[in-house]
């Protein structure tokens, strides 16, 4: 069934009918973009600009022990209970087939081991033996020879140093047996501070980077050093005075291998190699707080 025909007449009706709609819309539109009455509210205050934190690296500079440490009375009474429990249950050590018999060799050998029997076992082991080998003349000129020979080559470097003796903190020949730390004395908010060789952080650097050139802008290009990692070892955060914005003090461990300190003498008054508790009585109690777990305490 086909639809009924519309007159011409409703079309202009309805389009105005259609177009009243779309204007009283758009005065609608236009009344609720007008100004409000309601009053405007406040404008939120800017925020402060952020304060960049100044960042600065440190170099904790150790000089290895090479002297053994001295026992205790314990370790010495376990290393010869253990000598002498080793020296009964081993067997003999078959030197014939190692020393031509006779030589000078030989003989010294001999002599160590009686030493040593005297030593572990006590004194009739090894005192029975050497007066039973040595019956004839021979034996004895050997035995002469060699004890002359063993001090001819063999010297005993003292423990205690030339720098012990005079107190010399500059020098790295002293406290053998201690692991030593390199301290520089610097100006500081006018006063004279004991300091690890530190320094800022260049734009565009690594921290292990501004580590390496701080240690040799201080101390001068006359050390063999190794940093031993590109990871800091401790932090120390620090607020000065004059400074709006604390300090971060990123340290890292190195070894000296040869050579000795030069400083340039402008920014560095003096330097000096000190043990853990010699580096208490010169750093203030902040400093000495954030450093003394990254020591050695031997």
């Known amino acids: 069934m086909s639809a009924l025909p519309r007159c011409s007449s409703c079309f202009p009706r309805s389009a105005s009918t259609r177009h009243g709609i779309i204007l ?43 002297l053994t ?19 009964a249950l081993h067997n003999p050590f078959p030197y014939e087939f190692y020393f031509k018999q006779g030589s ?3 003989t010294k050998f001999q002599a160590e081991e009686r030493r040593r029997e005297r030593m572990m076992l006590g004194a009739p082991f090894g005192l029975a033996e050497a007066q039973t080998n040595a019956g ?6 050997r035995e002469s020879a060699v004890e002359a020979l063993d001090r001819e080559e063999e010297e005993i470097i003292p423990r205690i140093s030339k720098a012990d003796e005079s107190n010399d903190v500059r020098s790295l020949d002293r406290k053998g047996e201690r692991n030593l730390y ?25 921290l292990h980077e501004a580590a390496e050139r701080n240690l040799f802008a201080e ?7 190794w940093v031993v990692s590109r990871n800091p070892v401790g932090l120390y955060r ?18 000296i291998m ?41």
């Not at 004059?242 to 070894?255: I, M, N, V």
């Not at 000190?274 to 750093?283: F, G, V």
Request: glycine content about 4%; charged content about 25%.
């Open 219 to 225: 101390c001068g290009a006359g050390m063999d050093t």
């Open 136 to 141: 004839t003349k021979a034996q004895s000129a």
């Open 238 to 255: 620090h607020s000065s005075t004059g400074t709006p914005s604390p300090s971060h003090l990123f340290f890292y461990k190195a070894h």
């Open 182 to 206: 390199l301290l520089l004395q610097k100006n500081s908010d006018d006063k004279q501070v004991w300091r690890f060789p530190e320094g800022q952080l260049q734009k565009g650097e690594v």
């Open 24 to 66: 009283s819309r758009s005065l609608a539109t236009e009344a609720s973009a007008g100004p409000s009455t309601t009053p405007a509210q406040p404008t939120p205050a800017p925020s402060k600009a952020k304060i960049y934190e100044t960042i600065r690296t440190a170099v904790i500079l150790n000089r290895a022990p090479f």
């Open 69 to 87: 440490r001295i026992p205790s009375r314990f370790e010495r009474a376990f290393h010869a209970y253990q000598q002498r429990i080793q020296r």
């Open 258 to 298: 040869a050579g000795q300190v030069r400083p340039n003498g402008t920014n560095v008054l003096d330097y000096a190699w000190l043990t853990k508790e010699e580096m208490e009585e010169r750093l203030d109690k902040e400093y000495w707080v954030a450093v003394r777990d990254m020591l050695s305490d031997f």
């Open 104 to 106: 000078l060799l030989e």
